[in-house]
């Protein structure tokens, strides 16, 4: 277990400097090629639970393990961690769109012809030729995002991490963005997803962590979604087709609309 | 009184402009094609020559040989020329009371000192011909090809990685600056202009400037920024354009030298 395992943290507490407390005694596992979801309501201290996780912050309280190791130097993590932060405008700090994408695979060493192939196959998923030549400030908020995603894919991560990665996207591009990262979880990059938006996290996670401040739940998807209860206690909107299925007493809830349709059709 | 949003909405414009010009180092043109270190020593060679010359030749030359570059790597002369135009303009006030100071010929009521007035004349045509060298520069070659020059050049590295810094920062700077006209203009009926308005927005804007440099610090980390800018280092190659332009530049020395020797 220990071996599989690539990110280990175990009572990590993080207050900021005015006072505000954001995670508190919080406890979390990552294994290899694993898909995990962070959700919560807002200020809940998801992103701050993500940057600890991620290394780009160092918790206060508590111990956190990467690779079964306490101490591994942060550049040797930066080759092997992608990570999409909340804001695009943060990410994306160069002179133009091709600019931001070179510079994470600059940062780590990564040879121009690979990064070259890498950037073929992310055009064809976030439609990047058209920006590449453009500053970021002038892009829409879909394109920032896009673009962001692009930039953290860029290095060919082992670990993905996203901040709320799907909230500028319209239908068709999250639903490409969604395959894309599923195909390469199934190729073995792990992922860790935070979002205050339920709707998305079955497709992206398989285990999830329900945080207020305190992991106030761990479970599969399924188990914790479908908690109707432990939900709306945490200031959370159930999935409505998951309210649906429970009123019209189905036993196995569905979380997708397409898995709703089934169950119907099974009936 | 000062009006913030006209103030703060014209260096907007200025650094948009100026970051904007960063697109046309995409574009095919000749310029573009030739390695960013010969245009570097080109450029430090010309602008030399230029502030050092005492005739108008030189200078004028220069001025048209970079004018005629930027055309050839696909500049519009408009738009070259509105990026320089206005450093010259400033040049000429700093200078200006040169042609008066021991004035003696008369011209419309004012006495005018006529070396005074050829060196205000020549200074302006010198800095107006390192500018447009510089602009071309910078025009037709992307900012992180200079820094991998400059790297391999075997300049500081500190140096190096403080220009990388500002050059980035500038992007956090401007759209915060966007952000925040937005949103004081989404809320105002009328244009209010004072210096209390414009001392709180200024302190506004330089404490949410410092929150984001953290912000843009963090995700620069997150790419793997270890304290030194990294770039693709691009392989330095004598394209035919090169050789001509190098050639070019030979030949500009001779001029300088003929005409100054």
Not at chain 1, 8 to 31: K, Q, R, S, W
Not at chain 1, 95 to 106: I, K, Q, R, Y
Not at chain 2, 46 to 64: E, H, K, T, W, Y
Not at chain 2, 84 to 109: H, K, Q, R
Request: with cysteine.
């Amino acid at each position: 277990m220990g071996d599989n395992r690539i990110i280990e943290a175990e009572g990590i507490t993080y207050t900021y400097p005015d006072g505000t407390l954001a995670v508190e005694n919080a406890h979390f596992y990552l294994e290899r090629g694993e898909r995990v979801a962070i959700v919560g309501p807002n200020g809940s201290g998801k992103s701050t639970l993500l940057k600890i996780l991620s290394a780009l912050m160092e918790p206060q309280e508590g111990s956190i393990r990467f690779y079964g190791k306490e101490n591994v130097k942060e550049k040797e993590l930066r080759k092997k961690f992608g990570i999409i932060l909340q804001n695009p405008d943060d990410m994306l700090f160069n002179a133009t769109v091709m600019e931001d994408l070179e510079f994470g695979p600059a940062q780590i060493g990564m040879k121009r012809n690979e990064f070259e192939k890498i950037l073929e196959e992310l055009d064809e998923i976030f439609s990047l030729s058209p920006l590449l030549k453009k500053p970021p400030f002038k892009l829409s908020e879909g394109e920032k995002q896009r673009v962001a995603m692009a930039c953290a894919l860029a290095t060919k991560p082992e670990v993905l991490f996203l901040d709320e990665p799907f909230s500028a996207l319209d239908v068709g591009m999250k639903r490409k963005v969604v395959e894309y990262l599923n195909k390469l979880n199934a190729e073995g990059m792990a992922m860790v997803t935070v979002s205050h938006e339920l709707d998305i996290i079955p497709r992206v996670a398989d285990r999830v962590y329900l945080l207020n401040r305190r992991v106030v739940a761990e479970g599969k998807v399924e188990e914790i979604l479908s908690n109707d209860k432990i939900l709306t206690e945490n200031g959370m909107e159930p999935l409505p087709v998951a309210k649906i299925a429970a009123a019209l007493g189905m036993k196995d809830i569905p979380l997708t609309i397409e898995e709703f349709i089934n169950a119907l059709k099974s009936k | 009184m000062i009006d913030i949003d006209k103030t703060a909405g014209d260096i907007t414009k200025a650094i948009r402009n100026f970051m904007a010009a960063e697109e046309f180092s995409y574009i095919n043109g000749y310029m573009q094609g030739i390695a960013a270190e010969i245009k570097i020593v080109a450029s430090v060679v010309l602008i030399f020559l230029a502030i050092s010359s005492s005739s108008f030749v030189f200078p004028l030359l220069l001025l048209l040989f970079s004018i005629t570059l930027a055309l050839a790597s696909r500049i519009s002369l408009a738009t070259y020329i509105s990026r320089f135009y206005i450093i010259p303009l400033f040049s000429v006030i700093v200078v200006l009371p040169l042609a008066f100071i021991n004035g003696d010929t008369g011209m419309y009521g004012l006495l005018i000192n006529a070396e005074g007035a050829k060196y205000v004349a020549l200074f302006t045509v010198r800095v107006m011909a390192a500018v447009a060298t510089v602009s071309l520069l910078l025009f037709t070659t992307r900012f992180s090809a200079i820094l991998s020059a400059l790297r391999r050049m075997k300049f500081p590295m500190t140096l190096i990685t403080i220009m990388a810094m500002v050059y980035r920062y500038l992007f956090t700077f401007l759209t915060q600056l966007v952000n925040m006209l937005l949103g004081r203009r989404s809320r105002m009926v009328e244009r209010r202009k004072s210096i209390k308005g414009a001392s709180a927005f200024a302190g506004n804007f330089l404490s949410r400037i410092l929150s984001k440099s953290d912000a843009v610090y963090l995700a620069m980390r997150a790419r793997g920024f270890d304290g030194s800018v990294k770039t693709f280092d691009r392989k330095f190659e004598w394209s035919s354009a090169g050789i001509i332009y190098t050639t070019m530049v030979i030949a500009m020395v001779f001029l300088w030298a003929i005409t100054e020797l």
